[in-house]
């Protein structure tokens, strides 16, 4: 990665019209839950500028499914993939009769978070980057050589969680690693933190049409270069 922080402030988050496209794809999948196939078209849409998407798919409020993929040219279609296996293994929908659980999908609110370009934290220890760090704003990643571990703004929502400097400690324990190392592994290069911006949009009710969710609280209006 050769960005820089301050080169990373430049371009911040995704592009909110591929955005907003890929989030209707993942509701036409999602009304079918139909898993996509490898063949499926939609399933390369591309969106400017992310780096990674998380899809929650919720009953009545109640989450359901979750997905979560790093950047590629099948990143959408595995996320929704792995949201939609998740769905269809709930044991509420999975108990519904054949001719119910056909329109089970119509029923699930989709919400899409897609992260922008990852914007490496400079240190030499976790704590350093405490004040790098929006709670309400970003989401954290952190490579350790070849692992990734990435937390976005939507899933720690769901255990009443936020982005914060000390959150890179469970992150390396995670991967396998100890955080006593990690001060180490930062000068090295083995290791690097990052925050990134999104763009998250969910919905209401299973009908009604997305809209941008900042700071944890739904914003009417839809998200467009000039507001973002």
Known sequence: MSMTAATAAM???????????AWYEVRDWVDDLRIPAETDAGGTIRIAESTGCCIILRSQGRTVGIGTAREGASMLRDAARQAISNALGDHAISALPDAMRGDAGRQLTV???????????IGDSFREFENDIHPLRHGIALRWRDEWSVQYPSRLRLVNNRAEATRFDGMAIGLGRSPGASPTALQRGEATAYRFETIDLAQTTPTSAPMEIVGGTLRASMPTSATL
């Open 111 to 121: 919400e899409l978070e897609v992260a922008g370009p990852l914007q490496p934290l």
């Open 11 to 21: 371009s911040t988050g995704p592009d909110p019209g591929d955005t907003v496209n």
